[in-house]
């Protein structure tokens, strides 16, 4: 009954001319259905959240006005707050999704060519198109088997073979496995030799895997060198900038203080306005959005896409915030004896 209601209620957020889409993306996910009670449970939460943040933060202030200008302000922040938690909470979402998507197609463009291997034996053996598909079915091919058994099932219950493929090659953004079923599938049109075709497909997979293998044995050094950079070099120079602004502006503060008690003092000077605080702040989110961008840059130097480095910034955030507590220590304390009380 619980799961009806917000089943129901996600629904009832999801426009009918765009379900058909969200299926579709949900389906390149590995999802046979679009999880509509996720979505309602999402929207209690998000509300959740966003009546917490109105009570504990806006509440007190907003009280203090007259009962009308409260009532409006009232609806204008909790729909404003309410918009933004949902546009968080559905960009994370989104997010997860199209690195589970990234991840499902790299998978089977990893297996491609040891399927299609098993398809070409097949053919060889005297099987039909057909037939060579479903027998080369195994299940250490994972995701390809499945999406492969969805083409069988489609072409048995009367589909066409080149329908079917087709729209599997055109459900994930993958070139190589693009490439590959539209050459099955004009060799297929014309009445040909497929085995020849997957023959030569195979060996195309396989020169292409070793040239990026050797792509990126080639950037390797490219790649450690951004690494120690990031991890070790970059908090260690922050950890430095902030002894010398401690230092200096503890100067600063005490030459001030002395000055402006002077009553023959032809300069004044004042307090720095940003406090050690405020630039131990600024090094963290500096050094959290170098490591992110590094990340990626690592990765489109790997891999050619940017969503492959998702995995190395939680590496780098963790790696580069502890070096740098780290050498703000150890530099505190060397250089402790000459910092201005």
Not at 50 to 67: A, C, E
Not at 148 to 174: D, H, Q
Not at 295 to 316: C, H, N, Q, T, W
Request: aromatic share 14%.
């Amino acid at each position: 009954m619980e799961l009806f209601f917000f089943t129901t209620f996600g629904k009832a957020f999801i426009p009918k001319k765009f379900r058909p889409g969200l299926r579709y993306f949900f389906e390149k996910a590995g999802y046979d259905e679009v999880p509509y009670h996720t979505f309602g449970i999402l929207f209690w939460i998000a509300a959740a959240i966003t009546y917490l943040i109105y009570l504990t933060q806006l509440y007190r202030s907003l009280s203090l006005k007259g009962p009308l200008v409260f009532f409006v302000l009232t609806i204008i922040v909790w729909t404003a707050l309410m918009l933004v938690v949902v546009f968080i909470v559905g960009g994370a979402g989104y997010f997860w999704l199209n690195m589970r998507i990234y991840r499902r197609t790299k998978e089977m463009e990893a297996k491609l060519a040891d399927y299609l291997t098993l398809v070409s034996t097949s053919l060889k053996g005297g099987y039909s198109f057909e037939r060579a598909l479903w027998a080369a079915i195994k299940p250490e091919f994972g995701i390809l088997a499945r999406e492969i058994g969805l083409v069988s099932k489609r072409v048995m219950t009367g589909n066409n073979v080149t329908e079917a493929l087709r729209e599997f090659s055109r459900k994930y953004e993958s070139p190589e496995l693009r490439r590959s079923i539209d050459l099955i599938i004009g060799e297929l049109e014309s009445g040909g030799r497929v085995v020849d075709v997957i023959d030569r497909t195979i060996g195309n997979l396989k020169k292409t895997k070793a040239l990026k293998e050797e792509m990126t044995a080639a950037t390797l050094t490219y790649m450690i060198f951004i690494g120690a950079l990031v991890m070790f070099v970059m908090p260690v120079l922050f950890a430095l900038s902030f002894v010398l602004f401690n230092t200096i502006s503890g100067f600063i503060g005490n030459l001030a203080g002395s000055m402006s008690s002077s009553p023959v003092a032809m300069i004044q000077l004042r307090e720095p306005g940003v406090k050690a605080s405020d630039f131990k702040l600024f090094s963290v989110l500096t050094m959290m959005i170098i490591s992110t961008s590094s990340a990626l840059i690592i990765s489109i130097i790997e891999k050619g896409d940017m969503r492959a480095g998702v995995k190395y910034i939680p590496m780098f955030l963790t790696s580069s915030i502890i070096i740098y507590f780290l050498s703000l220590r150890l530099l505190m304390g060397i250089f402790g004896g000459i910092l201005p009380s």
